[in-house]
């Protein structure tokens, strides 16, 4: 099921944003859960269940994916394709998986170095079709660097192998949250992990689907709404959590800073940077760099889309400063085909002086197919 979502879509200046809105479920908890249900047997969407659709391109794949699992299309989701690469070639001794050709530029490199393997797609196509030849391996040593989700593959493929496995981290983990709501997952699911000092151990595991699977609203979604309220909205929000293990859960404790590091939820800071601009003075963002290879370069990005509605940002060393004055003009934004520069556009139109037209809101398809209905139902635009 799909919703109408307009090409470009203007938000009226000097409105101040009201309303209910029903979150849909978490991108993170649900793609995690349904590939452990389908390694487990079970139906995928039982991970959805409850939740109404329509559900975002990226966990449309998913649940696709872990029902094929030996050959899946991964779309343009990062984090799917990072989790697919180790579960196939742990299961099944060989990698299928095809992806949106945008989702190639923005590498996997550190699970090709772990599994010992070159996964360049077939020339001329989209689709990585390689043996996997892992022998005796047993140890698997990852760089978490630039993101957890490769470690997050491996917790869910390892369990899967009939001998012990170590993974070994080369460096602490970024995003750590992240691959901690892996590691509660794989447990759920009846997978035996251990972690040391520098990294894990996995023992031969049999995952079964539990009575409860613990899939919550989006977090990242609900923060786009709380931004709103910082900024003078009063928009009620459905469906989230407190015991989520979703860092982005945290999203109003980082807003109060105006000097807070965002390592282990890097999603923020969009929504970040436009709340600051709600505030007098100087508001420093910490460990964006590695934004640079998201959706879009996420870290640039923020800048000129805060600097474009007549803001003032600039990007420092692995940190992005935002120079708030209380307001911005408004004008036109290119959110650069990422669906979190155009939820940060809508928030920063409610302290614009004048209209802000976003470009390309079809983007938000990626995370939140809703997103146009929900802001014409607190009454910023019209459909």
């Not at 991970?47 to 990226?58: K, T």
């Not at 109060?256 to 709600?278: E, R």
């Not at 505030?279 to 959706?295: H, N, Q, S």
């Not at 600097?307 to 650069?336: F, I, K, M, W």
Request: hydrophobic residues 40%; aromatic residues 6%; charged residues 25%.
């Amino acid at each position: 099921m799909w919703y109408f979502i307009p090409m470009e879509m203007t938000i009226q200046n000097g409105i101040s944003p009201s309303g209910r809105v029903t979150l849909p479920p978490s991108k993170s908890e649900a793609i995690r859960a349904a590939l452990l249900i389908g390694l487990a047997g079970g139906d995928p969407r039982l991970a959805v269940a409850g939740f109404p659709e329509p559900y975002c391109g990226d966990l449309c794949d998913a649940l696709l994916a872990a029902k094929e699992l030996k050959s899946a299309y991964v779309g343009e989701s990062a984090a799917l394709m990072r989790f697919m690469i180790p579960i196939q070639a742990v299961k099944w001794g060989r990698v299928e998986v095809s992806a949106d050709e945008v989702l190639y530029k923005r590498g996997y490199a550190e699970i090709e170095d772990c599994l010992g393997v070159s996964l360049a797609p077939i020339p001329g196509t989209t689709l990585i079709h390689k043996r996997v030849r892992l022998g005796r391996k047993n140890r698997f040593g990852i760089d978490c660097s630039r993101s957890s989700q490769f470690l997050s593959g491996l917790l869910m493929a390892l369990p899967l192998m009939k001998r012990d496995c170590e993974i070994i981290l080369k460096n602490p983990p970024v995003s750590k949250p992240y691959s901690d709501m892996t590691l509660d997952f794989v447990r759920l699911f009846g997978g035996r992990v251990e972690e040391t000092e520098t990294g894990y151990i996995t023992h031969p595991s049999r995952y079964a689907v539990p009575e409860e699977i613990p899939v919550m609203g989006d977090a990242s979604y609900a923060a786009v709404f709380e931004a709103m309220n910082l900024l003078g909205g009063s928009v009620e929000i459905s469906g989230a959590s407190g015991t989520t293990r979703q860092p982005d859960r945290r999203f109003a404790e980082y807003a109060a800073m105006s000097d807070c590091d965002i390592t282990d939820c890097p999603d923020l800071l969009p929504l970040l940077a436009a709340v600051a601009c709600g505030r007098r003075g100087d508001t420093v963002i910490r460990g964006t760099a590695r934004l640079r290879t998201k959706e879009s370069d996420r870290e640039s990005g923020t800048v000129e889309l805060i600097n474009g509605l007549g803001g003032s940002a600039e990007v420092g060393n692995d940190r992005v400063v935002v120079h708030g004055t209380g307001s911005l003009r408004g004008g036109a934004v290119d959110p650069q085909d990422d669906h979190r520069l155009c939820f940060a556009a809508a928030v920063a139109a409610t302290i614009c002086s004048e209209p802000v037209t976003i470009k390309n809101v079809e983007c938000t398809r990626k995370s939140a197919p809703r997103f146009p209905e929900d802001l014409a139902g607190m009454g910023m635009l019209s459909l």
